[in-house]
């Protein structure tokens, strides 16, 4: 099946630091991409849809300056954390799909530890 | 605006026993739904998928699910229950082929020896 990566798998940074997060599709084209947000002992939550080449659409209470979220090329989407704070840890999921695309694809996720 | 409720936070099972996760959905056109595990500190694994066409939908690792229409219903089953389905399981749903999915709340699934 359809792989997707995430790198970096967990990282740890200080408060107030930035950190981007790799979303890539290894053997497939992904037109679209999704951001989602896990926070423990929860559901996944939809921050982002990314479409290649194209600005991401983001939900309702997310801030689009503070997770910048950039699809330039077809494999390949990031998110960065700006100016991250505790609140921001969480489990970063993305996933991705086709042109045709009735399933979505998942990453394996990107632990953010912000202390 | 679509929504996915999944009953029972936690269901534990013993080996052997059959499997049975609750996923009921709202969505006002036909809805595309799938099926997903997570194990610990890991992504999402599509389990299976219903779009169009028959209603019983057969996935891997020896789960299947029924799409019921007029329950607005989805719920996952497994005749015997493996010590390795261990696991959260999430039922989510989307209107459009590639589009974002709603999810439901999860359900920890327990099997003992």
């Known amino acids: 099946g359809a792989v997707v990566s995430q790198h970096p798998s967990r990282v740890i940074c200080k408060s107030g630091t930035s950190v981007k997060i790799e979303c890539r599709s290894l053997d497939f084209q992904a037109t679209t991409m999704f951001w989602y947000r896990q926070f423990p002992k929860q559901s996944l939550m939809l921050m982002a849809t990314?479409?290649?080449?194209?600005?991401?659409?983001?939900e309702q209470g997310v801030e689009k300056d503070k997770f910048l979220i950039n699809h330039a090329s077809l494999t390949l989407s990031t998110l960065t954390v700006t100016s991250a704070h505790p609140e921001d840890s969480s489990f970063y999921i993305c996933s991705a799909s086709t042109r045709k695309g009735e399933t979505q694809y998942f990453g394996p996720g990107t632990r953010l530890l912000v202390l | 605006a679509q929504s996915v409720t999944q009953l029972g936070s936690h269901v534990s099972v013993s080996e052997g026993a059959l499997v049975l996760l609750r996923c009921n959905y709202s969505?006002?056109?036909?809805?595309?739904l799938f099926w997903y595990v997570q194990y610990p500190n890991q992504g999402l694994q599509l389990l299976l998928k219903?779009?169009?066409?028959?209603?019983l939908v057969k996935g891997i690792n020896g789960f299947e699910a029924e799409f019921k229409k007029s329950e607005t219903s989805f719920h996952l089953t497994k005749p015997s229950a493996h010590m390795s389905d261990a696991a959260e399981y999430f039922c989510?749903?989307?209107?459009?082929?590639?589009?974002?999915?709603?999810f439901g709340k999860g359900t920890t699934l327990s099997v003992s020896s």
């Open positions: 989510a749903v989307s209107d459009q082929p590639g589009t974002a999915l709603i």
């Open positions: 990314s479409n290649e080449g194209s600005k991401a659409t983001y």
């Open positions: 969505s006002s056109v036909p809805p595309y």
């Open positions: 219903y779009t169009t066409g028959a209603t």
